[in-house]
């Protein structure tokens, strides 16, 4: 099984802080390799497309942002970007 899991959060989907799973908005599995190949290279493109921004580490993680897109973090008193994170993996690799 292969997954593809879009976050949207204040860090690049890379780092996985603790609790970095309640900032998942889609989680879908695909069982063959060529639907998961498929879904991947439509969601690249579709961010490539809305956003300015990326960037790739390990083959596996991306983010994409758009240099507007903040949010004001109190903790930190100053704006903090956002970012689009995609991470496409082997189900049994996420645990």
């Not at 970095?20 to 908005?25: G, H, K, M, V």
């Not at 956003?51 to 704006?79: H, I, L, P, Q, R």
């Amino acid at each position: 099984m292969y997954t593809i899991i879009y976050m949207k959060a204040d860090y690049e989907p890379w780092w996985k802080f603790e609790g970095w799973e309640t900032f998942i908005q889609t989680n879908e599995t695909f069982e063959t390799v060529e639907q998961f190949e498929l879904a991947l290279q439509s969601k690249l493109q579709h961010c490539r497309l809305t956003y300015d921004n990326e960037a790739t580490k390990d083959g596996g993680f991306w983010a994409f942002w758009s240099e507007e897109e903040s949010v004001f973090c109190e903790a930190c008193d100053d704006d903090v970007q956002i970012y689009h994170g995609i991470i496409a993996t082997k189900s049994e690799e996420l645990k």
